[in-house]
């Protein structure tokens, strides 16, 4: 059969190649790139369900494909489970992380303390990961995705921290279809603890944690952003004071002195904030420092400032963290 085309109708063909053309490129474009799509998974065998925070309850539809992470732990568990990172904040990125600086893929959301909710608007993300640093955000988060605050207590880390990061990756892992892998990472950290509690339990010497900053000291005590590494690890505490706190209690090189720690596992803030190599025994050097057991002994520590700060509460954060403690230990 053959067809005849007027002048009209040819036209209208012609416009209506130009809207289906013009149709398929916008929904190109309205595509997330594919290194920050989450493609485990299906959505046709996917159980809605309910996750329990201290900041409400947040119902899982589906499975997320565009995810904003607002915290460094949370690109550290999506960077375990394999899961792609939508959007995240890139001013301070630990160094294990670093692939992710880079990545033009992946929308950067400001800061850590204050994420830019413009970009996270513009990023339409189906699921937003946050933690206390943010709690602020959460109900403008929570209107605009599915929103799971982290319940981790970075003033006081010595009471359910631990359980709150295997809790949390499993979550992570049942929302991605990673379980299988989540409980293996989850065995990996809780043999590593293990591990490290058997080597330190029957040791005498007494430890303390400082933050140097910017030339002076601050005091971080069992009742304080590390207390982990006293009540999950059995570090013996130099100081029983129960200051709390993200950055603890002043102190001078007396205060130090006076307790006299056979270890000091130094946290150089300095250097993660301005971006500069860590410090060493010779820019701390001073006669009171001097005459403690740690620095005559040499356990002077001077941990991966990145994984305790800027972390801490992140599955490779704590293996280093974990290893940094060991070091106090050896002969």
Known sequence: MTLYFNNRNKSIGILLLVSVFIQACDNKAEQVPNSTVATSGSNADFIPFDVQHKLGSTVIKKRPVRVAALDMNEVDYLDQ??????????????????????NSNIVDLGAIVQPNMERIYALKPDLVLMSPIQASHYQALSDLAPTIHFDINYQDSSSEYFDAVKQHLLILGKIFDKETLAQSKVIELENKVQTAKQIIQNRPEKAMVVLHNNSSFRFLGVNS?????????????????????LHGQPVSSEFIFENNPDIIYLVDRTAVMEHSPVLDKQAIDNPLLRETNAWKNDKVIFVDPEAWYITGAGVTSLKIIIDDVLQGYTS
């Open 225 to 245: 952003r590390y207390g982990f590494v006293y009540d999950l690890l059995g570090v013996k505490a130099v100081n029983s004071s129960e200051q709390m706190g």
């Open 81 to 102: 489970l394999g899961v792609p990172v939508a959007g995240m904040p890139k001013d301070f990125i630990p160094h294990y992380l670093e692939d992710y600086s880079n």
